[in-house]
Antibody
Framework: QVQLVESGGGVLQPGRSLRLSCAASGFTFSSSAIHWVRQAPGKGLEWVAL????????YYADSVKGRFTLSRDNSKNTLYVQMNSLRGEDTAVYYC???????????WGKGTTVTVSS | EIVLTQSPATLSLSPGERATLSCRAS??????LAWYQHKPGQAPRLLIY???NRATGIPARFSGSGSGTDFTLTISSLEPEDFAVYYC?????????FGGGTKVEI
């Protein structure tokens, strides 16, 4: 069964760093681009970033560009997002999602929660 | 950035009724539009991609239409499990963007 499982969320102070992971199973991870999407409390969905199947191409939303970095380890079927200089507005549930047709998201994880607060 | 505006914000309906949700883009996205269903505490689910193509396992009561700047998601006869928030999303231009959502409530 196709599955994505996020982990690594937590509570931390502004300015700190955090690394989230997304573990994949049930499909050929090394052939799939993967997105991160977040949802702040009481808000809608916001696309955050995309990494290509081989990790060579990465796209970021302006709100995280320069602070978030995507990487992947295809030997471990795992995707990472390194989040630096965290701000209160980064507080959200973070979802990873498998890409379809370079821009749609056809399989989603259940999310991991990041809370940035002093 | 392409802005997607969804209307109405909330749709109050009963099971068995027809739901019509709208998504308008600030510029043409051709047919590069998807619809997602999201329930609290759950993973979002892809319903429709390329404006009118149902994703795997999505019931036939869900249909999408439109192109350019105006799109519609129709649920022909609401089932109890369809009460949720629905988002449109475009993949025509970077960055990818979502609409603000329409809540379908009883």
């Amino acid at each position: 069964q196709v599955q994505l499982v996020e982990s690594g969320g937590g509570v931390l102070q502004p300015g700190r760093s955090l690394r989230l992971s997304c573990a994949a199973s049930g499909f050929t991870f090394s052939s799939s681009a993967i997105h991160w999407v977040r949802q702040a409390p009481g808000k809608g969905l916001e696309w955050v970033a995309l990494i290509s199947y081989d990790g060579n191409n990465k796209y970021y939303a302006d709100s995280v560009k320069g602070r978030f970095t995507l990487s992947r380890d295809n030997s471990k079927n795992t995707l990472y997002v390194q989040m630096n200089s965290l701000r209160g507005e980064d507080t959200a549930v973070y979802y990873c999602a498998k890409d379809r047709d370079l821009g749609y998201m056809d399989v989603w994880g259940k999310g991991t929660t990041v809370t940035v607060s002093s | 950035e392409i802005v997607l505006t969804q209307s109405p914000a909330t749709l109050s309906l009963s099971p068995g009724e027809r739901a019509t949700l709208s998504c308008r883009a600030s510029q043409s996205v051709s047919s590069y539009l998807a619809w997602y269903q999201h329930k609290p505490g759950q993973a979002p689910r892809l319903l429709i991609y390329h404006a009118s193509n149902r994703a795997t396992g999505i019931p036939a009561r869900f249909s999408g239409s439109g192109s350019g700047t105006d799109f519609t998601l129709t649920i022909s006869s609401l089932e109890p499990e369809d009460f949720a928030v629905y988002y449109c999303q475009q993949r025509s231009n970077w960055p990818l963007t979502f609409g603000g959502g329409t809540k379908v409530e009883i």
